[in-house]
């Protein structure tokens, strides 16, 4: 488990999702300016509610209305990332221990090896983990 | 209604009835599976784990789906002009100040009552299904669940991983709490990287790994991987003291803080 997690950290994926997080941050500010020209946060029955400034801050509070159904691309890229530090955690520690630790996680968590197909890849963020035990069986060769 | 609110409407029922679909099948698959642990998997035999697991999903899909519904309704109260008018009115009555006052304190409300809706659930969560499924919110795990399910599932229906804001890293009962505050007024208290350095050592003891051993595999592992460590420690909560195992498969104690900024804060390869 540590040497997956060295693998986040070795592969840069925390500079890489905060670039992406900013990036769509950005993309967001379009936002408000959309609902400041609809009055739907802006304007109510008694005239103007909430200055200009004030927008970004009423929209980003609908906005996970509108991402939630973007949650799936996150979630792959999320997967993305945890397939790369498996394969580093592969490469430099022995993969039956690592199927060892998921077994122990799985039973410390409660989680379930059944999962739902959609529901695990709308959420998940890391691989299924009968997929998991697969791919660190020891007669799969290591990547 | 301008064209806008009706998107946001739209959009609002598509995502609740979503995430109620979503729901329904992760509590159906986990129900119908309970009994049956897939054959291929290395834990095959330990079926009374996998009944655990979907009872655990299952209890917390329930919740989840009052949860949505609830969220969805405030959701739409709250951002469709009316609610917003009469605190806009209230608060402009109330509290002295400028336009700029009014607008802080509006936006800060509005933030406080979405939040609100959402903190009985969590607190439900954490201190009646967890507890009644053998978690406690002391229990420190013994590494960060990162083999889990992403932290969007904020209604968690079986969610396989560490529930969501459980405690980890080791942290105690009383940062768990504040985290819990803190989601009341959209605050959240540092994770990754901030908790190990600043916030753990105010609730908790770091003391040097004494086991030699383990201190060994952990530092011949880092130095494989190009990495070095500033030291290996140990952190125990105040209120909860967990001896270490040296034979835990992942090399890391259940005591341990696998607080990897103080592990591995040496740049890849320089070790």
Not at chain 1, 47 to 60: D, M
Not at chain 2, 10 to 16: H, K, Q, R
Not at chain 2, 45 to 55: C, F, G, Q, V, Y
Request: charged content about 20%; hydrophobic content about 40%.
């Amino acid at each position: 488990m540590l040497a997956h997690e060295l693998g986040h950290f070795s592969r840069h994926h925390v500079w890489k999702r905060m670039g992406m997080a900013s990036a769509v941050s950005l993309a967001l500010f379009r936002g408000p300016r959309l609902a400041d020209g609809a009055g739907l946060v802006l304007r109510g029955p008694g005239g103007t509610l909430a200055e200009r400034g004030h927008s970004p801050g009423l929209f980003f509070m609908i906005a996970p209305s509108f991402t939630f159904l973007l949650q799936p691309l996150g979630s792959l890229y999320s997967r993305l990332h945890e397939f790369e530090a498996d394969a580093y955690a592969a490469q430099y520690a022995d993969a039956r221990d690592l199927v060892r630790a998921l077994v122990k996680l799985y039973e410390d968590n409660a989680a379930t090896l059944t999962p739902d197909p959609l529901h695990s890849a709308f959420y998940d963020s890391t691989r299924r983990r009968r997929c998991a035990f697969r791919a660190f069986s020891p007669c799969t060769p290591r990547r | 209604m301008h064209w806008f609110s009706l998107v946001f409407l739209a959009t609002l029922a598509l995502a609740t009835a979503a995430r109620l679909w979503l729901s329904a099948r992760r509590s159906g698959t986990s129900r119908g599976t309970a009994t049956r642990c897939p054959p291929s998997s290395p834990v095959a035999s330990r079926s009374a784990a996998h009944e655990k697991a979907a009872d655990y999903n299952v209890a917390k899909a329930r919740v989840g789906l009052i949860e949505t519904l609830v969220a969805a309704r405030a959701d739409a109260c709250v951002h469709l002009r009316r609610r917003i008018a009469v605190a806009r009115r209230d608060l402009g009555a109330r509290i002295p100040g400028g336009r700029l006052c009014h607008g802080i304190a509006l936006i800060v409300s509005v933030i406080l009552v979405s939040s609100a809706v959402d903190l009985p659930f969590s607190l439900y969560r954490t201190f009646v299904i967890e507890a009644r499924f053998g978690f406690q919110p002391h229990d420190s795990p013994p590494v960060r669940p990162r083999h889990g399910q992403g932290r969007g599932d904020r209604n968690a229906a079986g969610n396989p991983s560490r529930p969501s804001g459980a405690v980890a890293d080791g942290e105690d009962g009383r940062f768990l709490v504040a985290r819990r505050m803190g989601r009341v007024g959209g605050v959240q208290p540092p994770r990754r990287d901030d908790f190990p350095t600043f916030i753990a050592p105010l609730f908790n003891k770091f003391s040097p790994l004494e086991d030699a051993g383990l201190r060994a595999r952990i530092e011949a592992l880092l130095a494989k991987c190009g990495f070095r460590s500033k030291g290996l420690f140990v952190m125990t909560a105040p209120s909860v003291r967990v001896t270490a195992t040296p034979t835990s498969p992942v090399s890391v104690p259940p005591s341990a803080s696998c607080s990897s900024t103080r592990w591995c804060r040496g740049s890849p390869g320089g070790g």
